[in-house]
């Protein structure tokens, strides 16, 4: 299965986003009429961003990022309608991300165009809903994979066990929550998740959200200022807290003194050195905030509720593996072996964290030159940038029960630049014995990865 920017353009953008559940009515619209009213008054309006954020890209990279963002933000409105009013900083954010340094050896990130790339990923692997294509292991395609998960399998207890406490009524044996059910909750999770599993990077972001929007969480995220003790108070009794019990409910209860320890130290941790935990948190205020103008008469409520809130464990989950790894990288033995992804337990985070990593191609790297016809005086008065991208394709191919992931870039230099890079990271999130993802369930033996040039 290839994935490419040209196979999004053509094939891709013409498929929906996932539209399964009702849209939410809403108590009272005088919050939003203040917003919209505080909005329409702000020097930074959308368009006058837009038109900012034209002159200083290239028209190819503005059109893409354009189009990327506009299905982005007509989707969210299902979500969090709140998102519309805060997307001029978000975009300014994502600009500045783009150009400015982020390391030595990726100068420059984008996210707005990342985001959408990453749920064409997820959508292409889950067969754009439909059981019978996307991804096939062995006999059965990825989504039916997923969805037999979340309906029965036992250790996704505690998902079944967690909508029960939002609905009594839940049987996975009544028509409302068959089969069926389970394939829409799964495709719907997995494309809020992609589209919004970097909205916590970078940390400037989230002091954007925290003046835009009031509530419970974002009285406290600000900077670095939620410690972990708040955290784990935001996340109690929701799906955030799992993973640092290994996604055990028992050993959850149990209150154990070396099991707080642990998890309170790992969430520390995803605080103050992930986007990962700060994005969930921030979606889980941004939805509240929806939530709490929302009637309670939706039928679906206790489903959109389940969707919401896992897609939030997988924004906080794809970020990860570098706790997962601590010190341990150099030993090939992890530090927090605890936080391994099981696809059994939870195939969402599993699917957004493997789309992340296949989604390298058209993330550009902004290059800065001065224009030397234009010196004056000796000093070059302008600079010209472009937003070329190294990498043009990527690849997952499962060919009997051999799985390998492989990236094509533009360039022998390319190539040769990100090569070693490649193979660490695939290695460090798919290795079978240590990586941060478990796919034993897939029968699959995963080969090293491929790094090669294809223009």
């Known amino acids: 299965m290839d994935f490419s920017y040209m196979d999004y353009a053509t ?51 503005f059109d893409k990022v354009y189009k990327a963002t506009m299905m982005a933000d007509s989707y969210s409105e299902k979500v969090f309608p709140l998102y519309k009013y805060i997307l001029p900083d978000a975009m300014i954010d994502d600009w500045l991300s783009t150009v400015d340094p982020h ?12 985001q959408t790339l990453t749920a064409y990923i997820v959508g292409k692997m889950l067969g754009y809903g439909d059981v019978s294509e996307g991804l096939m292991i062995g006999d059965k395609s990825l989504l039916k994979r997923c969805a037999e998960i979340l309906h ?10 967690y909508i029960k406490k939002i609905d009594k009524k839940f049987d996975v044996k009544s028509k409302d929550y068959d089969m069926d059910w389970a394939v829409k909750v799964v495709y719907e999770t997995a494309i809020i998740a ?71 130290q790992l969430i520390e941790k995803g605080l103050m050195e992930s986007h ?26 206790a489903t959109f509720k389940l969707i919401l809130d896992w897609a939030a464990l997988a924004i906080m989950m794809h970020d ?55 010196k004056k005086n000796g000093v070059d008065e302008h600079v010209r940038v472009n937003y070329d991208y190294a990498c043009g394709s990527s690849e997952l191919e ?18 040769s630049h990100n090569e070693k890079h490649r193979k660490n990271e695939v290695f460090e999130y798919l290795d079978e014995k240590v990586g941060y993802i478990d796919l034993s369930s897939w029968g699959v033996e995963v080969k090293p990865c491929e790094v090669e040039v294809k223009k």
């Open 152 to 161: 029965d399998n036992t250790k996704a207890d505690y998902l079944r066990a």
């Open 398 to 415: 499962i060919n009997g029960k051999e799985l390998t992931v492989r990236y094509c870039y533009e360039s022998e230099e390319e190539k």
């Open 320 to 374: 990860m593996p570098k706790h997962y790894w601590g010190n341990g990288k150099e030993s090939k033995k992890p530090e927090n072996p605890i936080l391994r992804l099981d696809f059994e337990k939870d195939p969402i985070s599993c699917i957004i964290s493997i789309a992340d990593i296949l989604e390298e191609f058209n993330r550009p790297c902004s290059m800065f030159k001065h224009i030397n016809e234009d």
């Open 276 to 301: 990962g935990m700060p994005g969930a948190l921030s979606f889980m205020s941004l939805n509240k905030r929806v939530d709490d103008l929302t009637e309670d008469n939706r039928r679906d409520r």
């Open 194 to 264: 992609a589209l919004f599993h970097d909205m916590g990077y970078p940390w400037q972001f989230i002091n954007k959200l925290t003046s835009k929007i009031k509530g419970d969480i974002f009285d406290k995220v600000n900077g670095l200022s939620l410690d972990a003790k708040g955290a784990v108070k935001e996340m109690t009794g929701r799906l955030l807290l799992f993973p640092f019990y290994g996604y055990d409910a028992a050993k959850m209860k149990a209150h154990k003194k070396d099991d707080k320890r642990i998890a309170m």
């Open 11 to 61: 094939v891709a953008k013409k498929k929906e986003y996932p539209n399964f559940f009702e849209s939410p009515i809403f108590k009272d619209r005088s919050e939003f009429e203040t917003l919209l009213r505080d909005y329409r008054n702000s020097k930074l309006q959308l368009d006058k961003l837009l038109a900012i954020l034209k002159e200083r890209t290239t028209s190819n990279y």
């Open 103 to 114: 390391n030595i050896e990726h100068p420059a990130r984008d996210h707005s165009l990342h």
